[in-house]
């Protein structure tokens, strides 16, 4: 399956950050990932004093959509992410956040998760890479 994930932080060397949350899913996965170019934006949801820096990725993987969101989930703690929400619910800052923006041919609406990722078309730093991800892969 072609997958669509959105890599972001804005903690640390968030550059450093999105680096090796790119190469830990590569070896996960075991395979290369095509990129979107970095975007910069302000923390959505919350405020915080800390910008975000986003990027897209598109890898093929052999795993089911609940598998995907568990390993990538797994990257995330690796890395050293916390929780992503306070324990009011409100979002909090971190040094990795992976989500799945879109899988090619698949769609669900669960608790645990829905494709396409439900602010896909509403979060310039989700719709951004994704557009140009898909529109790199037509050209293939």
């Keep these: 399956m072609l ?8 903690l ?6 999105l680096e090796a949350a790119i190469a ?8 290369t990932a095509r990129r979107s170019d970095v975007v910069e934006s302000a ?23 609940l598998e995907l969101l568990s390993r990538l ?5 690796r890395l050293g992410s916390g929780a ?8 909090a ?4 956040d992976i989500d799945i923006m879109d899988i090619d041919g698949y769609s669900c609406d669960t608790e645990r998760l829905t494709v396409p990722h439900r602010h896909l078309y509403d979060r310039e730093f ?10 790199s892969q037509s050209n293939h």
């Design 3 to 10: 997958c669509y994930l959105n890599i972001g932080s804005n």
């Design 12 to 17: 640390g060397d968030r550059r450093a950050n």
């Design 24 to 31: 830990a899913i590569e070896r996960d996965f075991g395979t």
């Design 43 to 65: 923390p959505w949801g919350y405020a915080s004093a800390h910008r975000f820096l986003n990027i897209g990725i598109a890898i093929e993987v052999d795993a089911e959509p």
């Design 73 to 77: 989930q797994a990257i995330e703690k």
């Design 84 to 91: 992503h929400r306070n324990a009011d619910g409100s979002y």
């Design 93 to 96: 800052d971190r040094l990795v």
């Design 126 to 135: 989700f719709l951004q890479p994704y557009n140009q991800l898909k529109s």
